[in-house]
Nanobody, 122 residues
Framework: QLQLVESGGGLVQPGGSLRLSCVASGFFLDAYYMAWFRQAPGKEREAVSCIATVGNRKKYADSVKGRFTISRDDAKNTVYLQMDNLKPEDTAVYYC???????????????WGQGTQVTVTS
């Protein structure tokens, strides 16, 4: 069974940091393009960042550039999202996604995790 499991969410103050992890099971991550998305209450799901396979090309939404960093460790079958200088508007459920076809920041990935909640509040 192909599965993605996110972790690392939580409650943090503005300006704080969190690192999200997404562990794949049932398949090897190295052949997959990966991405992080988020969905805030009452809003549509939006792309945050994506990372390619060979060469690890990365893209970011304008709203997180310079604050978030995506990375992958294929040996651990894990993708990470380092989030620094968090803002209240970053509050959302964060999802990781995987696909063998490059989707960049489109939401058409065919594998999704269950999400992890990130809440930024003072």
């Amino acid at each position: 069974q192909l599965q993605l499991v996110e972790s690392g969410g939580g409650l943090v103050q503005p300006g704080g940091s969190l690192r999200l992890s997404c562990v794949a099971s049932g398949f090897f991550l190295d052949a997959y393009y990966m991405a992080w998305f988020r969905q805030a209450p009452g809003k549509e799901r939006e792309a945050v960042s994506c990372i390619a396979t060979v060469g690890n090309r990365k893209k970011y939404a304008d709203s997180v550039k310079g604050r978030f960093t995506i990375s992958r460790d294929d040996a651990k079958n894990t993708v990470y999202l380092q989030m620094d200088n968090l803002k209240p508007e970053d509050t959302a459920v964060y999802y990781c996604a995987a696909d063998r076809i490059e989707r960049l920041l489109q939401s058409t990935y065919n594998l999704w995790g269950q999400g992890t909640q990130v809440t930024v509040t003072s």
